[in-house]
């Protein structure tokens, strides 16, 4: 049976329908702080806003990962550090709906930047 809190989500590679046992033992110690919960959406466009600007493909828990710490960071007292890990690589994902905003092919400001490389050699 599946854990009275799940519902479908978009987020591949996070548990989708029960607590991890690690996690359980965890909450029992005393360690966990908060769980956040991630809206629809948020995970696959914090994951394009990483693409987009700051040059980190990664996959969609990876983006999900990335909203709720920043989410945390928006509520934590000033001085906070705030650690998160994004263990996923966008690769496997460029055939999922993650990445179909991107055209396959390069637009002529893409093109330009290629040539003007060292390393030029699409001709």
Known sequence: ?????FSPHPIQGWTPDFIPLVLEQGEALGLKDDYVAIPDGAAVE?????AKNEGILT???GGGTMWAAV???KKAPEG???ATMLPDTGE????????????????????????????????
Request: proline share 6%; no cysteine.
């Open 59 to 61: 996959g969609i828990s």
């Open 92 to 123: 496997r994902y460029l055939s999922t709906p993650l990445f179909a905003d991107i055209d396959a092919d390069m637009n002529e400001e893409e093109m330009a930047i290629s040539k003007s490389s060292p390393g030029y050699i699409l001709e």
């Open 80 to 82: 906070s550090v705030i």
């Open 71 to 73: 989410e945390v960071a």
């Open 46 to 50: 914090m994951a394009q806003s990483l």
């Open 1 to 5: 049976a599946s854990h009275p809190a």
